[in-house]
Nanobody, 115 residues
Framework: QVQLVESGGGLVQPGGSLRLSCAAS????????MGWYRQAPGKQRELVAI???????NYGDSVKGRFAISRDNAKNTVYLQMNSLKPEDTAVYYC?????????WGQGTQVTVSS
């Protein structure tokens, strides 16, 4: 059993920054991918960023150059630093952990970018 707990969402003005965190617990293996997806109302869930246990990141096109993903393997925690936020970044952000053949999801945290 794997649990993912997200934190750090909220309301921010356009151009502002937020940092999301996601802590994983339970049966965690040393090799896994962790990351973030998001889903806006009426839209499909999309990739924001993922990072391998070796530290290699991959970003969705819409966030490249603005967002940065990192992880602390000792804490089984992944972070998402979001800068230069835009109203179109408004969505529920979901933490994701993929290991072996299984994918696990957090409950999501709301990020709202509005003036």
């Amino acid at each position: 059993q794997v649990q993912l707990v997200e934190s750090g969402g909220g309301l921010v003005q356009p151009g502002g920054s937020l940092r999301l965190s996601c802590a994983a617990s339970g049966r965690i293996f040393s090799i896994n991918d962790m990351g973030w997806y998001r889903q806006a109302p009426g839209k499909q869930r999309e990739l924001v960023a993922i990072i391998t246990s070796g530290g290699s990141p991959n970003y969705g096109d819409s966030v490249k150059g603005r967002f940065a993903i990192s992880r602390d393997n000792a804490k089984n925690t992944v972070y998402l630093q979001m800068n230069s936020l835009k109203p179109e970044d408004t969505a529920v952000y979901y933490c994701n952990l993929a290991q072996l053949t299984r994918v696990h999801w957090g409950q999501g945290t709301q990020v709202t970018v509005s003036s």
